[in-house]
């Protein structure tokens, strides 16, 4: 894993990011290595402050790494322009936040069509995009709600097509389901499970194991560094009866 | 197949040993294909023993339990209407799990760590197998709620797993 | 008692913690409050008796007769010396006028043929130097104030050289640059100046394009009956001036610069009222903690409401103090240079009355309840529970503006958009802009009046035109760019921080840096063009309105054009740095600190 695979979507190696001085240094994010294959489904698990956000935000282009190199298809990234980081965010990223981050005073479609208007495309075209996103993600009927007229899990899946508009090459969640209830996060669990179905690349950063489950490689995270990695294939649902309580 | 659940399956009106069967199949969905087939029969014999069931063999047909019509008796009756107003739970067994890390680090037999990974490792498979089959079920079914709560269950061990981890990895630390 | 207490500690506590907020609304209701006092303390009563000064030092006469020119009518005047009801005169005196040149400016004056003794009937009084001699001229004081000239300095008259001999002031013709009242000639320009000559000079100045012409001086046995006796002598109905009439000519310069100010106070009151408003009514919504904490404690609506005025109104009471205070001093310096030179003495510190205090009070007050009235009684009537939650004002949605934002340019997409989250915002930016443009146009259409020569003038006159009038509304218009320009600059700052959130997700969801700051910029330029706009017909109609039927040019449409772009230009500029320092804060960090 020296070199970027020629087939790697997002590829790390000693990514690190640190804050303050000296005494004061702390270390978010220490030497981490990565390396997530185009279609793949990786889930970064960890306490909280072991630097699982920050490495998703370093993913993303929203911060600047303090050390360390970052290949984004094959494009390197932690060097790049503030400006070539927009673009990139633009093109090639989808966001979807915890704290789902839309915007108030917009509807639904008006959310989702903004990374489209934001590159560039005409008004029609982005429109026609959004009422498309939505209808995916089955929404079609709340296209013209503001946020405040939504719940918890439908705000989050109108975020996650906002973080579409654009096609991404990768999708990057951090906590997508941190601030919903069961019922909201299996909404949200199945169009991951959808998207994963499609082939996008997911990056999704989490404390809930049901969403870590969803993953194909699970990496655990301990104080800024990858200390854990677990591939995760399925058994069968013949042990799923012992689970349930019904003697073999 | 615990006694008061057939018990309470007959309570509605009596019915053939096959439409048991079918009935608990339904309800429990996937998890039903596991499910010993001959186990409701042998309940079922059980409870006749114990008085609490009666069963009718149809007139002319083969001797067989599936054929058999069942019915609950008075007592019968009685115990499914006590079984519904209890509250008791099923029983966490985490003790054992607790003893085994225990032990291995005291006998120096194992890692402890080593030992919570490989079991998160193997909820969190089942995890997602829970997880696709409850996925998979239409919105409300019955099976789906108990998928459901198996997805939660596992879910709730596994934030245990992790917080043995982090005693574990202290206690590691400062030995 | 305890209450009162209670109010005084919160409101000291937020003015020491937000102490560049309440300098900015102390500076701008200041400048509102001083401007009305000057305007209020500064009126023709001081002129009055300075004249009156002039008038006994000098033998003023009473009535002048000038403009008279030669043959038939000589003899006439002389008559006119021993007309009923004349107890004194002097001259007839020759009148020459003459293209004087001196300290590289070419003025036209009147000289007056004078004898070296001194007369019963005004006698101008020299302040330095001595009085006329053979090549000797006496320049009127507040002329040669203007154009720098002192005494011994020489001078060229029609191209002959005189050197100064002395200044003097004079209670016969009103003061540099009100001289033209008296002489009318249009070959001497808009502002034409005063001197003295020897007798035999001033004739020597005659040209035949420039012919002399004679003035009169009279003494009369019931001065106050002055003008009863100008408008009676018809036949030099149009040459002969009461002193009454000087006197007011005078005063009409006073009374003026009182109108200037007195609107200029107006108008910076209600740039007051916008900025006191823009800034109070952001900040009273997120005091809404503060109204739930008072209200949880058992506070009514109505005290709610008085702790979050009080802070405006004391800030109202210091800034009128203030406003008294300075506005008295710096009345009388305004005026001092070129204009009261003219007469002896100048006068001191007009004293403050109780009426102008009580005025200037209700003033600064008036802004302050007007600014914050319906903010607060809205801040105190918000739920006890909703108060406490503290959640920040929700943005305001306007479906249209977001259509149409969709197809602009990124830039502009993002300004419109924040622009329409708060349209009150916008609207009091358009309307501090409005009323610095309007200021603008109205001294740009009183510039180009004035610039306006009289038909016939020569074109070569370039002396430099004392403008007590224009040198006020000079000092006014600074002072509302001034303020104007630091009231975008808060505002720009509050929308930056408002605007935190929807910026960062911008920035997260692929806009550069660079358009979120032009954005940022945009947003404040954009409800900017319709105030810069509307100021244009706002400042014609403004100076139609006051100045009551006298000359009005419209200065050209390049140079209107020119205010509205220049003034848009400059809120863009002054809203660049806060807005690119605010689109280079890490994204991460603000959507981290950030609530959904």
Not at chain 1, 92 to 111: C, P, R, S
Not at chain 1, 236 to 245: E, I, N, P
Not at chain 3, 11 to 27: I, M, N, P, T
Request: positive net charge; contains cysteine; aromatic residues 4%.
């Amino acid at each position: 894993m020296n070199e970027p695979g020629s087939t790697s979507m997002v590829w790390a190696r000693g990514l690190r990011k640190e804050y303050g001085q000296q005494a004061g240094l702390v270390r978010a994010v220490d030497g981490v290595d990565l390396d997530v294959a185009p279609g793949e489904t990786l889930a970064v698990m960890g306490p909280s402050g072991c630097g699982k956000s920050t490495l998703l935000h370093l993913l993303g282009g929203l911060d600047r790494p303090s050390g360390g190199e970052l290949h984004l298809a094959g494009r390197r990234i932690d060097q790049m322009s503030e400006r070539g980081l927009a673009r990139l965010r633009r093109e090639a990223i989808g966001f979807v936040f915890q704290a789902f981050h839309l915007m108030d005073e917009l509807t639904a479609v008006e959310n989702v069509e903004l990374p489209a208007l934001l590159a560039g495309r005409s008004p029609k075209a982005s429109r026609r995009r959004a009422a498309d996103l939505l209808d995916q993600v089955d929404l079609a009927d709340r296209a013209k709600f503001l946020p405040s007229a939504l719940s918890g899990g439908q705000r989050q899946r109108v975020a996650i097509a906002r973080a579409l508009s654009n096609d991404p090459l990768v999708v990057l969640a951090d906590e997508p389901t941190g601030n919903l209830d069961s019922e909201a996060t299996l909404e949200v669990l199945r169009l991951f499970d959808s998207l994963h179905a499609a082939g996008q690349t997911l990056v999704i950063v989490t404390h809930d194991s049901r969403i870590a489950a969803t993953a194909d490689r699970l990496i655990s995270m301990r104080d800024g560094a990858f200390i854990d990695e677990t591939r995760l294939t399925g058994g069968s649902t013949g042990q799923l009866g012992a689970l349930a309580g019904l003697e073999g | 197949m615990q006694q008061e659940v057939v018990l309470a399956l007959l309570a509605k009106e009596p019915s053939h040993g096959y439409e048991l069967r079918a009935r608990l199949r339904q309800a429990l969905g996937p998890l039903g294909d596991t499910m010993n087939d001959g186990q409701v029969y042998v309940t079922l014999a059980r409870l006749e023993k114990a008085g609490l069931v009666v069963s009718e063999q149809a007139a002319g047909v083969a001797e067989r339990p599936d054929r058999k019509v069942y019915g609950l008796t008075a007592a019968g009756q009685q115990r499914v209407a006590g079984w519904l107003t209890e509250v008791s739970w099923p029983k966490p067994d985490l003790a054992e799990f607790h003893l085994k890390l225990i032990a291995a680090a005291a006998a120096k037999l194992a890692d402890p760590l080593a030992i919570v990974d490989a079991q998160r490792r193997e909820l969190l498979r089942r995890l997602r197998d829970a997880q696709r089959a409850a996925m998979a079920e239409p919105d409300r079914s019955a099976a789906g709620l108990l998928l459901e709560g198996i997805v939660l269950r596992l879910q709730a061990d596994l934030r245990w797993l992790e917080a043995c981890e982090r005693t574990w990895t202290k206690r590691k630390d400062e030995s | 008692m305890g209450r009162v207490l209670l109010v005084c500690r919160l409101v000291g506590r937020d003015l020491r913690r937000r102490k560049a907020e309440a300098l900015l609304l102390l500076l701008v209701i200041t400048a509102a409050t001083t401007t009305l006092t000057m305007g209020l303390v500064w009126h023709g009563a001081t002129t009055g008796q300075s004249y009156e000064r002039t008038r006994a030092v000098t033998a003023g006469p009473d009535v002048v007769v000038n403009n008279v020119s030669a043959g038939g009518l000589v003899p006439g005047l002389k008559a006119l010396a021993r007309a009923p009801g004349v107890i004194g005169h002097s001259g007839p005196y020759p009148v020459a006028s003459a293209v004087l040149r001196a300290g590289g400016y070419a003025a036209g004056v009147t000289a007056e043929g004078r004898d070296a003794a001194p007369v019963a009937v005004d006698q101008p009084k020299v302040t330095q130097g001595s009085w006329v001699r053979p090549g000797g001229a006496v320049v009127e004081r507040s002329f040669a104030d203007a154009l720098g000239i002192r005494v011994g300095d020489p001078v060229t008259l029609n191209g002959r050289l005189f050197r100064v001999a002395g200044l003097a002031v004079t209670a016969a013709s009103p003061a540099y640059p009100e001289t033209g009242y008296l002489t009318h000639n249009p070959a001497l320009g808009n502002d034409p100046g005063l001197i003295w000559l020897t007798q035999a000079d001033a004739q020597s100045l005659a040209t035949s394009s420039q012919p002399l012409s004679y003035t009169l001086n009279l003494k009369l046995a019931d001065p106050a009956g002055a003008n009863a006796f100008v408008n009676a002598d018809n036949r030099f109905n149009d040459g002969a001036t009461s002193w009454q009439e000087i006197r007011d000519q005078d005063a009409k310069v006073v009374a003026n610069q009182r109108l200037v100010l007195l609107i200029g106070s107006w108008l910076l009151g209600l740039l007051a009222v916008a900025s006191v408003t823009a800034l109070a009514g952001g900040r009273m919504a997120d005091q809404s903690r503060r109204v739930g904490q008072l209200k949880a404690v058992g506070g009514t609506p109505g005290l709610v409401a008085a702790v979050l005025m009080a802070e405006y109104l004391f800030l109202a009471l210091l800034a009128a103090a203030a406003g008294l205070v300075t506005g008295s001093q710096v009345a009388p310096l305004l005026t001092r240079a070129s204009f009261f030179a003219g007469l002896a003495g100048t006068p001191g510190a007009p004293p403050l009355t109780m009426s102008t205090a009580g005025l200037v009070l209700a003033v600064a007050l008036a802004v302050a309840v007007v600014a914050s009235l319906v903010p607060a009684i809205r801040a105190a009537r918000t739920s006890t529970v909703r108060a406490l939650a503290a959640s920040a004002r929700p943005p305001r949605r306007t479906g249209s503006l977001i259509a149409v934002s969709a197809r602009l340019p990124v830039p502009l997409l993002l300004g419109l958009r924040l622009a329409a989250r708060r349209p009150r915002r916008g609207a009091l930016t358009a309307a501090s802009i409005t009323i610095t443009v309007t200021t603008i146009v109205a001294v740009l259409i009183y510039q180009t009046s004035k610039a306006q020569r009289l038909p016939g003038a020569s074109a070569a006159l370039d002396a430099p035109r004392a403008d007590p009038v224009g040198r006020v509304m000079l000092v006014v218009t600074v002072a509302l760019v001034v303020l104007a320009a630091i009231n975008a600059l808060f505002i720009t700052w509050a929308t930056v921080l408002d605007a935190r959130r929807p910026s960062a997700l911008s920035r997260a969801l692929g806009a550069t840096p660079r358009q979120v700051s032009a954005g940022l910029s945009a947003a404040q330029v954009l409800p900017a063009l319709p105030g810069a706009i509307i100021g244009i017909p706002a400042g014609i109609g403004l100076y139609v309105a006051v100045s009551n039927g006298g000359v009005v040019t419209i200065p050209p449409v390049w140079q209107m054009l020119a205010v509205v772009l220049g003034t848009l230009f400059v809120v863009a500029g002054l809203t660049a740095i806060p807005a690119r320092v605010g689109a280079r804060r890490p994204v991460a960090e603000i959507l981290q600190s950030e609530t959904a």
